[in-house]
């Protein structure tokens, strides 16, 4: 009899210890009225469902989840993943719009959060990303570091620094709250990975990033990257073929091209401590909807609700 409680005991604890992490751009941005992706509020409800409340949420059937979310601007996408969250009993940070609205990123989780804290980039461009930490509570499978972080983006031109130094300030941060036996998970959007593309390559930008950058920066603190299969940035993504105008201009200024500058790339992506298992990868909110989006659905009549697609990933802590 002792020997099957603690074995029920023992199954209870390794249970505990798994918890499913989705990284995903929103892509909610919209300034003095302009969508930076089109149709913003048009997938708002859409993407709150999809993230929240459908069976097929990536949550939906996950004991501990925490969802990292990056480019929540829009005041009415952040009340509205809050309002869902609160309603389902999750727990939410920022705890108000106007730090979101500057920085962009939210997380959620099903786990109790003993501590968050937000800390900004020293340089951006455009808009104050940062670094979102959060500190949870895994009850007896012990503490879980998070950082939710989003980067700005690097053109093919020149080498930029500001990519660079914010990298090198992820790094810090990480080393700053690393605690004993506490492990430790970043995640986001870092504008740079393995396999990146331009239409027009001027200089291997994003991949000299990623393998002299971030890579050895993520290696120094003991993380590993989690490699998956596919895409998060698709360029058959009808929202992606099909830009808004300010994207356009943008495009056209730095590459003499109204369309997207990049090809099919990875760019969003999670790093965890050697001390965490990784159970499996997919990518997520990746399916085309019904969506009200005029010249950016496919021939099904559908769209996708981002520019980028969300990555999970199901760690366990042996």
């Known amino acids: 009899m002792k020997a099957l409680l603690l074995f029920i005991a023992l199954v209870s604890l390794s249970a505990r210890a798994d918890v499913a992490v989705i990284t995903y751009n929103m892509a909610q941005l919209e300034r003095l009225w302009i969508d930076f992706v089109p149709c913003t509020a048009q997938r708002i409800g859409p993407q709150v469902e999809g993230l929240l409340t459908s069976p097929t949420a990536p949550i939906y059937q996950e004991k501990h989840f925490v969802l990292l979310l990056q480019e929540v601007f829009k005041d009415d996408a952040f009340n509205k993943l809050k309002a869902e969250a609160k309603r389902l009993g999750f727990h939410f940070t920022p705890s108000n719009s106007e730090e979101a609205t500057e920085n962009g990123v939210v997380t959620i989780t099903n786990l109790p959060i003993l501590e968050a804290r937000f800390t900004p980039f020293s340089q951006d461009h455009f808009a104050k990303k940062g670094i979102l930490y959060t500190l949870l509570d895994r009850g007896q499978a012990g503490k879980l570091a998070v950082a939710n972080v989003h980067t700005v983006f690097s053109n093919t031109t020149v080498l930029n620094q500001t990519h660079i130094k914010q990298f090198q300030e992820v790094g810090k941060l990480v080393a700053a709250n690393r605690q004993q036996y506490v492990p430790f998970i970043v995640g986001g959007d870092f504008n740079a990975g393995p396999d990146m593309r331009y239409a027009k390559e001027f200089y291997p930008m994003a991949q000299t990033i990623w393998f002299r950058g971030l890579l050895p920066l993520m290696d120094a603190q003991q993380l590993k990257w989690v490699s998956y299969e596919g895409h998060t940035w698709d360029n058959n993504n009808p929202l992606i073929a099909n830009p808004t105008l300010v994207i356009q201009l943008a495009n056209y200024w730095e590459q003499g091209s109204f369309k997207w ?18 159970k499996s ?13 005029p010249g950016r659905m496919n021939s099904d009549r559908k769209t996708t609700l981002s520019d980028h697609y969300g990555l999970m990933v199901k760690i366990k802590h042996p």
């Open 281 to 293: 990868t997919e990518l997520v909110m990746n399916s085309p909807v019904e969506l009200k989006c």
């Open 261 to 278: 500058e990049l090809s099919n790339s990875q760019m969003d992506h999670i790093f965890v401590s050697q001390d965490l298992e990784v």
